[in-house]
């Protein structure tokens, strides 16, 4: 199993309500996920759905996975940071790994409603590419492009 530790960081409750539909999103860059938060939060408000951002932290295997290369402040307070922008409340869920592409089926629940923002490229990119493997492995996706 590549998962190590699963943090939940929940920034202080702006509304409290109970969603029957909870949408994803994954982390991928500041700019990405920034612009993934509010297409998710335009939904969530239609919706009446919760937010969940998904950050995924590998861990190269020279280092203990509860020792991240980057310290897990300061990937808190950076995801914090952008989670807090949301107008829609926001559960952040930190997770250390060591391969993300195994974790992260692993995290999403069967037929998700995922949003990931990335650049706007005519070539494949691996935000985009992150996207088609989910779609292919039965969840719904959202793409958000950036410039």
Known sequence: MSLAM???IVPA???SRE???SITVVFTSARGTSAALKSAAALADTLSASISLVVLQVVPYPLPLASPP???DFSESQVRAI???SPVETTV?????????VTLPMVLK?????VIGGRKRW???PERSLARRLRRAGHDVIFTETE
């Open 70 to 72: 980057v310290l897990l």
């Open 123 to 125: 070539w494949p990119n």
């Open 6 to 8: 699963e943090k939940t």
């Open 19 to 21: 969603a029957a539909l």
């Open 13 to 15: 409750p702006r509304q």
């Open 83 to 85: 989670a807090e922008e």
């Open 110 to 114: 069967p037929r998700s409603l995922v």
């Open 93 to 101: 869920l930190l997770y250390l790994c060591r391969d993300a592409q």
